[in-house]
């Protein structure tokens, strides 16, 4: 993630191109305090000036200093997070970003909201609304992490996905929906009900096709990584696409 400053990429103005933004910019401020808590610990870095956490359209994120310009072009985050990166307990110290980031969020959202009429408005907030606010998905994630049962091969109890003749298949491209262990269904639907797209951030929805990187060993909705269920049935080894253009970078 570059240090340089935050760019505004986009200038969205209906609800449905103002939730796009709302949702590319949430889903990098999860990867910043799940997946990629390291790198975003790293930079921020007590000795150096104030820093934000910005969540950016195309789901990435960066840590960078405040826009210079006096109004900013858009609301800024909470400044100076890095300050107090070595003066709490780790996980008090990225909640406490995660619910300034939520509240960063907001601000972005009715800020390109404000020329909307009151039904947009609540609409708005609505599909806001359904998803899981950072807090809860920085939240959950230890706790799904914990439960995600592996066995002894060390693969995911839910790698392998259910034919309609009943029999698994050999594929770690999988729904996690899909049941290998009958007894367990209530405790698998409670597990999920906690699982988030990797890609849009989404809750789990039982009635939606997932698919899990067999690499950083995310989830997806398969449309939001264009894979279906009938080209799953085809991939022994599944990478999602932040993991196949690391390995191009390399």
Known sequence: MDMAPAAVSSNPRSVEEIFKDFSGRRAGLVRALTSDVDDFCSFCDPDKENLCLYGLPNGSWEVSPPADEVPPELPEPAL????ARDGMQRRDWLSLVAVHSDSWLISVAFFYGARLNANDRKRLFSMISDLPSVFEA???????????????????RHSSKRGN????????AAAPAAKEYDDDDDEEDEEHTETFCGSCGGLYNANEFWIGCDICERWFHGKCVRITPAKA??????????????????
């Open 233 to 250: 049935d085809h991939i022994k080894h599944y990478k999602c696409p932040d993991c196949s253009s690391k390995k191009i970078r390399q």
């Open 165 to 172: 003749d009943g029999h698994a298949k050999n594929s770690r």
């Open 80 to 83: 100076g997070i890095n300050f």
């Open 138 to 156: 920085f939240a959950d994630r230890k706790h799904v992490r914990d439960r995600s049962g592996v066995d002894s091969s060390g693969k995911s």
